[in-house]
């Protein structure tokens, strides 16, 4: 992955936070909130909108092929092969 960007990324430009993870907790929470009430299917519309939101952000076709390649499930062999025992 040449464009995608995997690393911790959360924060607000100009912030410092007290731990590294803060800034991640924070946008979970924000996303469990937005859930809150939602039925299922209201729920899975709201992701849908969300990734496309957030894609339309991006932008670069490049950035979005690499997520999306990361984010699909491995096949059993795969991650077999990827995970170490």
Same mark, same amino acid.
């Given at each position: 992955?040449?464009?995608?960007?995997?690393?911790?990324?959360?924060?607000?430009?100009?912030?410092?936070?007290?731990?590294?993870y803060t800034?991640?907790? +924070?946008?979970?929470?924000?996303?469990?909130?937005?859930?809150?009430?939602?039925?299922?299917?209201?729920?899975?519309?709201?992701?849908? /909108?969300?990734?496309?939101?957030?894609?339309?952000?991006?932008?670069?076709? /490049?950035?979005?092929?690499?997520?999306?390649?990361?984010?699909r499930p491995?096949?059993?062999?795969?991650?077999? +092969?990827?995970?170490?025992?």
């Open positions: 992955m040449k464009h995608l960007n995997t690393q911790p990324n959360f924060g607000t430009p100009g912030l410092r936070y007290r731990h590294a800034p991640g907790d +924070e946008f979970y929470e924000l996303l469990i909130q937005g859930h809150a009430g939602l039925s299922d299917e209201a729920s899975e519309q709201m992701n849908a /909108r969300l990734v496309l939101l957030l894609a339309n952000h991006i932008g670069d076709l /490049r950035v979005l092929r690499e997520a999306v390649a990361a984010a491995q096949p059993p062999a795969a991650q077999s +092969e990827e995970t170490p025992r």
